[in-house]
């Protein structure tokens, strides 16, 4: 089975440009979270999606953007690039139970790391 | 803010059991202690998890405190493979509406030695 998937694996943009990321969860889960990883720090969340609507946003700017798709899989969209955006970003697909509110089976992908300079 | 403290880093002879301690003493009652792993540059990978009772996989075993203030990850015989950041998370239901997420805190970096 394949895990969850994330496109660029790694990419160099200039000051002041925009990028986008890509995620594809893991079949059967229809949550996507987003997360931050700079260099020497734990990941940092940045937001979560769930049948393409956002449930949760961590303390980042309104540079960064996101969407989910039918198909559940993701985008993240960062503008306006500062040499502060680079990091690791990190994808995780969960299976959200409702009547639990719980997320459960939180999977990682690889992650795109992005370069600004 | 992290709700874990970890040491920054350990060593452990390869063969061995490598011990890694978390203190959780602000852990409420619905919530769970997870354990994930980070090789470098990769996206972190789950371990284990528990609720209250030890739990066991194939992967290690998780030791919890009767007051849950405290958990204990071991590796029972660590390679040189099992070099990484270890995160302890905790981890639980969401009763105002907010989202699930996971609030990692910086790990102990383990590093098993030949």
């Known amino acids: 089975d394949a895990g969850v998937t994330q496109s660029p694996t790694h990419l160099i943009k200039t000051r002041g440009q925009q990028v986008t990321l890509r995620c594809s969860p893991i079949?059967?889960?229809?949550?996507v979270s987003w997360y931050q990883q700079v260099l020497g720090q734990g990941p940092q969340f940045i937001f979560q999606?769930?049948?393409?609507?956002?449930?949760g946003r961590g303390n980042f700017p309104d540079r960064f953007s996101a969407r989910q798709f039918p198909n559940y899989s993701s985008e993240l969209n960062v503008n306006a690039l500062l040499l502060g955006d680079s990091a690791l970003y990190l994808c995780?697909?969960?299976?959200?139970?409702?009547?639990?509110?719980?997320?459960?089976?939180?999977?990682f992908g690889s992650g795109t790391r992005l370069t600004v300079v | 803010d992290a709700k874990t403290t970890q040491p920054t880093s350990m060593d452990c002879a390869e063969g061995r059991a490598a011990n890694l301690p978390c203190n959780h003493s602000?852990?409420?009652?619905?919530?769970?202690v997870y354990w994930y792993r980070q090789i470098h540059s990769q996206g972190p990978q789950y371990i284990i998890h528990g609720l209250k009772n030890n739990e066991t996989n194939e992967m290690a075993s998780l030791i919890i405190t009767e007051d849950r203030k405290s958990s204990t990850l071991i590796l029972p015989h660590a390679t040189l493979r099992d070099t990484a950041v270890y995160y302890c998370i905790v981890w639980g239901r969401n009763y105002g509406g907010a989202t699930n997420k996971l609030i990692f805190g910086t790990g102990t970096l383990l590093a098993v030695q030949p």
């Open positions: 999606y769930y049948e393409k609507e956002e449930r």
């Open positions: 602000t852990i409420s009652g619905n919530e769970y």
């Open positions: 079949s059967g889960h229809k949550s």
């Open positions: 995780a697909s969960s299976v959200r139970r409702d009547r639990e509110r719980v997320d459960y089976g939180y999977t």
